[in-house]
């Protein structure tokens, strides 16, 4: 039994039992920069998203395009307005103040921290001289630290085996988190948190991606330190999570793989200027990273997570769902208009059902899509609701059924009062939300089926459903929350999941906000 597990145990009862240091508390003054800075590095702008895309001919694209790869890019972590909204969250005293203003993404983020760095890889072919690119969100553009097709040394971490990512791709995207500009806050916790932050990147490109008639297939499993080493950074401080190969279009076959060279491996030598003076390490952390390092011998068979399967759906007297109503807003202009509802939710005006429908159901189909994963393999995640306020359904502890689109009764009873006292920040009044549903994972079945890697399969999973949930929110004009100070351990009694491993890791609240909201104006000012 590896690390993984007796952190992924640390995580459950941190409500209950902190997890160290206990006592820590961030120095706000002395944060790390919100993306990585390369000082003199060249940059190149990227196309905008454009206003409307044009639909993919019936056999789909052939693959990406620069305007693609930018418009990708821009409706996932590029910022897309201000937000200055008056609402319930801590920060809200501070955002006025441009040194502390926050920007509106496609993606949602722990604490909107946004710790991951998009990489680019290009090899021969594409629109950019070969190299190693970073994107910076602040400008929407590449800046170039590396100059030489390195896309064989990305294939050689990847190693065979890696699905779509081993063979004809000559661009990639690597995704790393510097853990420091997260754990500057959340400390051990930090890990928990930026895992689901990958997995809630991912969704959404592969969100945005289908809806242009292409496929995103991240690699998880792959030579991590390798890949580190090209990039030019410290394993131990930034990680490598996951690769994507993109297949553009007119591009030529990728060469194949040659033997190993004499010389010395590709490495990125610009670095990164961190702003912090004083930069913390913490032990869990470090031990949680170590033990969930990427190697592609370690690469998963096809069957392995069968056994990790979600539990047949619980519940008695099933009700069902109506059909999902089709979305008012295409997936693009959703991700623009994602947003965290903080405290703006209100009871008066009820949830319809077939809203509630489409938002459960879009939630079960989701996963990572990995080469861990078969595309007709079993589910990862179970759903739960507990409705406080929908049309048609009495207050309850429901569980999904995705197979007959239904609502099983776990326990009746309004459940605010439940939801309110297990919820640790002020930011929310959990009974205001029409509905708040969990999804859970079996942890330690993915852990013992694959590995201590698998822990970042949980977490991104866990985090490409929240990403599924906040765009199919706001795809039919209803506000949302995730949220994850909660206390696990009550909800595994409430749901009655004592006695098993199915793992409540994340609340999702959803509903109608209060109308005539004060906003800033952003695209007017």
């Known amino acids: 039994m590896g690390y993984a597990h ?30 990585k800075f ?6 190149f702008p990227l196309p905008a998203a454009p206003a409307a895309a044009a639909a993919p001919g019936a056999g789909g694209r052939r693959g990406f395009t620069l305007p693609l790869l930018g418009g990708m890019l821009q409706d996932s972590y590029g910022f897309t307005g201000r937000r200055l909204a008056v609402q319930a969250n801590t920060d809200l005293a501070a955002l006025p103040h441009y040194t502390h203003a926050n920007w509106s993404r496609g993606t949602a983020s722990g ?29 929407h553009a590449m800046r170039r630290l590396l100059t030489g097709d ?3 040394e990305v294939r050689a971490a990847l190693g065979a085996g890696a699905g779509g990512a081993d063979g004809g791709a000559g661009q990639y995207l690597i995704l790393g988190v510097k853990y420091w500009q997260n754990a500057f806050k959340y400390n051990s916790f930090s890990f928990h948190a930026v895992s689901m932050d990958v997995g809630a990147l991912l969704q959404t490109w592969r969100l945005w991606a289908h809806g242009q008639g292409l496929r995103i297939a991240p690699a998880l499993w792959f030579d991590e330190e390798r890949l580190a080493a090209l990039l030019g950074v410290e394993s131990r401080d930034e990680g490598v999570f996951a690769v994507l190969p993109l297949e553009w279009a007119d591009a030529a076959p990728a060469p194949a793989a040659s033997a190993a060279s004499t010389d010395a491996a590709p490495a990125v030598r610009r670095r990164d200027r961190e702003r912090s003076r004083t930069v913390l390490e ?3 952390l470090h031990r949680i990273h170590e033990a969930t390092l990427g190697r592609a011998a370690d690469r998963p068979a096809p069957h392995a997570l069968d056994a990790a399967a979600a539990f047949p759906v619980r519940g008695t007297d099933p009700l069902a769902l109506p059909a999902v109503p089709d979305a008012a807003l295409d997936t693009a202009a959703a991700l623009r208009a994602r947003r965290s509802s903080f405290g703006r939710f209100e009871a008066s005006r009820p949830l319809g059902a077939p809203e509630l429908a489409a938002t459960l159901a879009a939630c079960a189909r989701t996963s990572v899509g990995c080469e861990a994963e ?36 776990v326990a009746a009873g309004p459940p605010g009062p439940f939801l309110q ?11 205001q939300a029409a509905a708040v549903v969990v999804p859970t994972v079996r942890t330690t079945a993915v852990l013992d089926a694959v590995g201590d890697r698998g822990y970042r399969l949980v977490n991104a999973t866990i985090g490409a459903v929240a990403q599924t949930f906040y765009t199919t929110a706001a795809a039919h004009g209803l506000g949302a929350g995730v949220a994850l100070g909660f206390d696990n351990v009550a909800y595994v009694e409430e749901l009655g999941l004592s006695g098993t491993d199915e793992a409540p890791l994340l609340i999702m609240l959803l509903g109608h906000e209060r109308p005539r909201p004060a906003d800033f104006r952003h695209e007017i000012a």
Request: hydrophobic content about 35%; charged content about 20%.
């Open 421 to 431: 006292r297990t919820y640790f920040l002020s930011n929310y009044n959990l009974e």
């Open 282 to 284: 913490f032990e869990t």
């Open 38 to 43: 390369y000082p003199g590095a060249e940059t």
């Open 374 to 409: 078969r595309p007709d393999g079993p589910r990862l995640t179970a759903l739960y609701a507990f409705v406080n306020h929908v049309e048609g359904i009495e207050p309850g502890t429901y569980a999904y059924d995705p197979g007959a689109h239904t609502l099983r009764l």
């Open 6 to 35: 007796a952190y992924a145990n640390d995580i459950m009862y941190r409500g209950r039992i902190p997890m160290e240091p206990a006592d820590f508390v961030p120095d706000w003054a002395d944060r790390p920069r919100k993306a």
């Open 150 to 152: 390195v896309t064989g």
């Open 111 to 139: 604490g909107g921290l946004y710790p991951v760095s998009v990489y680019w890889a290009a090899g021969a072919g594409g629109p950019f001289m070969p190299g190693v690119y970073h994107y910076t969100p602040h400008h």
